[in-house]
């Protein structure tokens, strides 16, 4: 029996090599070469779920970068290959990693995002490429310096306006849920130009649904966050459709930057549906909800923590208000002149960028690094295997502002925007709102931490963990 068990056995093999051998022979040369060219060491993990569980636990206990840095170390500071998402990927490790990837879009490598995210986004087939580039084409006018410059003043009156109705008078406040309202409001006011209050609570509660969901686990079943941002995303897609018909019909309704921009559109005789444009808009102002808000909330967290960096923005900004009228807005000028607090606000961006990184499919075979990354493979760059190394910033985990004096960055390595052709449209309006914020905050308040050792988690988004709790010491009564 034994006997008969190790001649099946052999002949099983000796099949398996045929056909290898046979498979080996029939492909071009140029493949069976590159089949001996070895893929980056690594290791794919799990079948199915690969170490996608341990890249989310690193990521929900607020330190993303132990994924990498264990892997690097085990593997090659370059690269190393793993399995995310179901998808094997490839991990570019350092600043040169990040240049190949930014200069390579549409060449080697194009737009990837899982597809239980096109669920929520009613795309027309278009493939992701396609889709990325449409809504490049679209948010880049609007986004551009040029643009937003002329609306300073006006992110600055409902800065203001929302700390006297959420700040004034109270003793301890929450920053993240804060943060996340404005935002909201600034994007419903600026963006798309609705004043009223009841029309944007209206919009805010699918758009929490929607949030909480977009990053959810993606099991569409009912009662879950995943259902229902499925049907928030709809609804809120329907609303933005009947205001862009009323922007169409009436241009008088059309106060906003983009409801102009859409208007201006129209006008020149561009073909964008309804549709299409209702599903960028959505995609726009999430970004800026969870990304702008997360950035804004860690500002305020520093400035909390760290007398001597609230004492230096302080300075700054008293300095752009007392050269100013009373109650004369901010404007564009104001903004160029806060040097030092865009400095406390990238250092903020290096130890917490909103968003980890994103990913992108191989779309050809190529060599990098004397490994070879083959098509269909999926490539990740993560802000944090350049922003947590030595390699770029000396002590990493403290933090410095001075680090963004003058030009000393090594190119690449600082990427809480992205870059290339991909580099985030949005740089310009979160700056503008992160430095408004903290000049109307370090003007009016002096800030204490409820909890001094709260900790920072990852998921669905990088925040802290209570809230940020704070306890407020006015300066001076808010201003009307």
Request: proline share 6%; aromatic share 10%; charged share 20%.
């Amino acid at each position: 029996m034994e006997l008969i068990h190790s001649v099946f056995i052999s002949a099983i093999f000796s099949i398996a090599l045929v056909l290898y051998f046979l498979n080996y022979k029939s492909k071009p040369r140029k493949d069976r070469a590159e089949s001996l060219i070895p893929t980056p060491p690594g290791t794919t993990g799990w079948p199915l779920i690969g170490e996608t569980l341990e890249y989310l636990s690193t990521t929900k206990a607020g330190i993303p970068e132990k994924f990498i840095n264990d892997r690097r170390k085990r593997y090659s500071s370059k690269l190393f290959k793993t399995s995310l998402l179901g998808q094997p990927t490839v991990l570019l490790c350092n600043a040169d990693g990040n240049k190949f990837i930014f200069s390579n879009e549409n060449k080697l490598v194009t737009s990837w995002w899982p597809s239980s995210v096109d669920k929520f986004f009613d795309t027309q087939n278009a493939s992701k490429t396609e889709e990325s580039m449409k809504m490049r084409k679209f948010v880049t006018p609007v986004l551009k310096p040029d643009t937003l410059r002329k609306y300073v003043h006006i992110v600055d009156a409902i800065t203001r306006q929302h700390l006297r109705d959420h700040w004034g008078g109270k003793q301890v406040v929450e920053v993240y849920p804060f943060a996340k309202d404005l935002t909201f409001v600034l994007a419903c006011r600026l963006l798309l130009g609705i004043d009223d209050e009841e029309a944007i609570s209206q919009l805010q509660k699918p758009f929490a649904h929607f949030s909480a969901g977009l990053l959810s686990l993606p099991l569409d079943l009912p009662g879950t966050n995943f259902r229902r941002a499925i049907k928030a995303a709809k609804q809120l897609r329907n609303e933005f459709e009947v205001m862009i018909k009323r922007w169409k019909t009436d241009t008088s309704q059309s106060q906003g930057i983009l409801s102009q921009h859409l208007v201006e559109i129209n006008e020149e005789g561009q073909s964008t549906s309804e549709s299409e444009m209702a599903t960028r808009i959505l995609a726009l102002i999430s970004a800026s909800y969870d990304n702008v808000s997360t950035a804004m909330t860690f500002v305020i967290k520093y400035l909390a923590e760290m007398p001597n960096v609230y004492d230096a923005v302080l300075r700054e900004q008293m300095g752009i208000a007392k050269a100013k009228e009373a109650e004369v807005g901010l404007n564009w000028d104001d903004i160029q002149k806060m040097r030092y607090s865009w400095n406390v606000a990238s250092e903020v961006l290096r130890l917490h960028p909103p968003a980890n990184g994103a990913f992108r499919e191989v779309i050809h075979n190529f060599m990098y690094a004397g490994y070879l990354i083959p098509k269909g493979w999926k490539l990740h760059w993560n802000a944090f295997a350049t922003h947590k190394s030595a390699e770029y910033f000396p002590e990493p985990e403290k933090f410095e502002p001075s680090r963004f004096e003058g030009n000393g960055l090594v190119p690449y390595s600082y990427v809480p925007f992205g870059g290339g052709a991909h580099m985030c449209p949005g740089k310009e309006y979160a700056r503008i709102a992160m430095l408004v914020l903290m000049h109307n905050v370090v003007t009016n308040f002096k800030l204490e931490k409820v909890f001094p050792n709260e900790k920072v988690i990852g998921l669905p988004v990088l925040r802290p963990a209570k809230g940020l709790p704070l306890r407020l010491h006015p300066q001076h009564s808010l201003s009307t």
